[in-house]
């Protein structure tokens, strides 16, 4: 029998949970209607039970009975596979939880990014019964992230790929077997341009360069702005040395075009080094590296200017490199050192002085030439704390032998003109001397001629200076390379020394032989000595005296020998 109070109690129990439950999943609706994710609810037959409006009304989808396909239907194409392959896995693999990233159109026909996080339910059997999950639109990390990428792989400036985009590039190219030529271009001089426009017109130029360059990379190419002043143009169908050589040509004559950026007038000069993959690397950086070098190379040169890689040319380089940063401590590591050449006087054939020669042993590099150190030494400024070794080493040494044998014996110091240069120069030689205690008189400046000499008054106006306090300035390798009339008329020179390549070439043919004469003619006239420099033999000697010069200098005599051989020379022929 029914108790009917009970049961009463028991309809009213069951009211009130009805209710209860009710108002439960109400307030769950409302939660999920208040979130601003998606949540979703389905069966194993894809059915979804249910979808919160707040989030899919922004879909195409029926909100009261949708199924998984009509989701599926807005992923984008490229998508797709990833969706259903983790549906799969889902159901195969039988994973509690799950996690994917799509794209899903919306209703304004736009792709939005979604993270998709499900977790399904399994029973004893393994059979999956219902999924529920949720749906975030990550558009905005996704445009973030992306953002994000395209800086680490682009220019800011310029948007054009950076160096790693470039790297990455030309790795995998050559992984799928691409042989091209990679242009590294050097913008010279911008500095110049920041400096006298400023930095707002600066960069409007980089961008006009880098759009001219986008403009010559054609179909296949690609630019990449690899630091503030370089470029790198990436020619990936051309390998034909004379092709890329005409590219090249064009896109210098391009990039010389003056720049109008609101009315200032830019021009910039370039130069561009090439290296062709895979001949010269297999790998991005060693191809880049090696254009690197073939750029520093054309830099040289007078701009626009071009040069293909060549391994000759690295070594060289490398050479150059490493004698640059090793000469800045030759001196301090005691590497450096003077040898003495005797100059015979051509009347008496006794010594009347000794050039300082210097040497340079270096445990890596050996013995390294002044012929090629010394151009090297002027680039880097170390020249001038070179050059007052030399001169103090060679006063000084110079001194003893004047004190010990000779009070006559000259010493002849090279100097370079960037030495002359230098402000100070000439109360730093006079201080030299003084502290040395040579004979002021007893000291010649060897310098060799060249355009900065004729045209630098400040430079004229030193010799003057060092002529008047005493010392003998002599010109040095007259005849090779440059050799200027006008440098004997106004500069007070005591001496000329004439080359041994210009020597040779009196040997071997009459004209010069009498030019030289002419020359040697005119010299004495002016009250100047004339040395001859590089006689290596009898021959040579008989034939040189005939251009009656006063001195010899050259292996015939002597080779450049160490200070203690020279002590031994002199002992030997005191009476010299
Ligand atoms: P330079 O001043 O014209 O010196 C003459 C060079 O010719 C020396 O070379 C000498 O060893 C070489 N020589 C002398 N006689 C003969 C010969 O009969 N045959 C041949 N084949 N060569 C001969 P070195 O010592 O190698 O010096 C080369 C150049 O380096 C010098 O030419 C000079 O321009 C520069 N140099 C050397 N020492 C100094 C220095 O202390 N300061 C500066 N600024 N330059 C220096
Ligand atoms: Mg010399
Ligand atoms: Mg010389």
Known sequence: MVNITNGKNNVEYLVNEIELYKKNIERLELIFEAAKEGMWDMDDDGNVRFFNSSFYKNFDVSLDKSTLNEWIHLVHPEDKHLFSENVVMQKIKRIEVFKSQYRVKNKNNEYVWIEAIGKAQYDADGNMIFMVGAHVDITERKEHEKKILFMAYHDNLTSLPNRNLLEKYINEGIKNCKSGALLYINVKDFKYVNDVFGYDIGDKALIRISKKLEKNSGNDGFVSRISGNEFVLLLDSIFNRDKIEQKVKYVLEELEQKIDIEGRIIKISTCIGIARFPNDGIVAKEIIQNANFAMTIASKKITPSYEFFDLGLRNKLLRERTIDNSLKTALENNELFICYQPIICA?????????????????????????????????????????????????????????????KLRVAVNVSVIQLMQNGFVSKVISIIENTGVDKNNVILEITESCAIETNIDIIEKIVKLRDYGILIVVDDFGAGYSSINNLIQLPIAGLKIDKSIIEKSLANDNVFYMMQAVVAYAHNMKMTVVAEGVE????????????????????????????????????????
């Open 347 to 407: 009347k008496t054939g006794k010594v009347a002085s000794m050039e300082a020669l210097l040497r340079w042993n270096n445990v890596d590099l050996g013995v390294v030439s002044p012929f090629e150190f010394i151009p090297i030494a002027e680039k880097n400024n170390a020249i001038n704390k070179i050059g007052d070794f030399v001169l103090e080493e060679a006063c000084r040494q110079g001194n003893i032998l004047n004190e010990k044998y000779n009070a």
């Open 537 to 576: 033999d009898k021959l040579m000697l008989d034939r040189i005296r005939g251009l009656n010069v006063n001195y010899i200098q050259g292996f015939y005599y002597s080779k450049p020998i160490s200070f203690n051989e020279v002590i031994e020379y002199m002992e030997n022929n005191k009476s010299i």
